[in-house]
């Protein structure tokens, strides 16, 4: 299977990309809004309950839990 994007992918590290949205660093992304996550983004196409491809990370497997500073509200 497909491994995840480790967070220290560097364009994950750009992005503040976490696999837990409550450890996403609120202070230097004020952007962050609990409740937002992958699993709820625009960029996010689930694959399972607990993770997806996003296409802000080249179509790599992210946690459906995650979020990172490109994260869009899913239309
Ligand atoms: Fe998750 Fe969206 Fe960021 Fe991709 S762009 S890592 S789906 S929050």
Redesign the pocket.
């Known amino acids: 299977a497909q491994a995840r994007v480790p967070e220290s992918d560097p364009t994950a590290t750009a992005?503040g990309?976490k696999e837990d949205a409550s450890k996403v660093d609120a202070a230097k992304y004020k952007t962050y809004v609990k409740g937002n996550t992958?699993a709820n983004?625009n960029?996010?196409k689930s694959s399972n309950a607990n993770e997806g491809t996003?296409m802000?990370?080249g179509n790599r497997l992210?946690a459906a839990k995650?979020?990172?500073s490109?994260?869009v509200k899913k239309a």
Do not use: I, N
């Open positions: 992005l990309y992958c983004c960029f996010y996003c802000a990370l992210v995650g979020w990172c490109a994260w």
